[in-house]
């Protein structure tokens, strides 16, 4: 079985609920649509949402929490303590679940419907890495391949039950040993350094939804006016219209 945690946003910290509403609806949807139904995919959030889920209720947890964020906690800002807290707190209450890969996604993002698939066809592995994907631009509708995008995405790293350091307490010292307490850019070094080998996964499978104007790692706002400039052209000429 192939564990999904989406961290959502508090609507309360929301610039746009109704929007955040709309693109977890999309992620769920990308879930549902698995090939192979053997997943179970836990959204840890503080309220909620009102979704339609297509796949089969039993197979889709709402995990609601209340907490404050943890203080002197290793990540550099609010959102990412947020997400940080959300996924431990999810692998915490789920460390009794007998699953194959736990893959976090952010509730922006969407997966190729073979994901669950070929990660349950293939001998067990560390875990696995999305190098290779899609950025969509939310707007436009257009897409464009991205062959590193394990660099920009936090949506890509896939990890075996054994590799993930699963919390034995809600706790601030048991969540310090998770696998998330640090960045998507520096786990494959960390878990390298522990003897943990990570694979590719073979095809392009996660799209990566940018420049809708609620996400706070989104490059398109991030690298300011003349970043956002060169992004739209570049996918208004190399990108695709998505159907």
Known sequence: MILFIVPLISQ??????????????????????????????VVSCHEIPNI????????????????SPLENDCCQS????????????????????AFKYCMVIDADDRVH?????????????DGWVVDRGYQV????????????????CGSTMIFSKQALNIPQAASGEEYGKSIY????QSMREDLTSQ?????????????YVLNHGIND?????????NQWLKHMIKFSIVGGKMS
């Open 217 to 225: 790692s989104d490059l398109f706002r991030t690298g300011g006016l």
């Open 137 to 152: 631009d939310y707007h436009s509708n257009r897409s464009m391949k991205y062959h590193r995008l394990s660099q920009i």
């Open 52 to 67: 339609k889920f297509r796949g089969h209720p039993e197979r889709l947890i709402f995990l609601p929490i209340n907490y």
């Open 195 to 207: 003897g943990f080998s990570l694979r590719s996964l073979p095809f392009y499978g996660v799209q």
């Open 113 to 125: 419907r073979d994901l669950v698939k070929f990660l349950n066809e293939q001998p067990q592995a």
């Open 78 to 97: 609010i959102p990412q303590i947020d997400r940080f807290n959300k996924c431990c707190f999810a692998l915490f209450k789920l460390k009794d679940e």
């Open 181 to 184: 307490r640090q960045g998507h």
């Open 12 to 41: 309360t910290k929301s610039k746009d609920w109704q929007l955040a509403t709309a693109l977890l609806q999309g992620t769920l949807d990308s879930i549902a649509n698995q090939s192979d139904p053997d997943y179970k995919v």
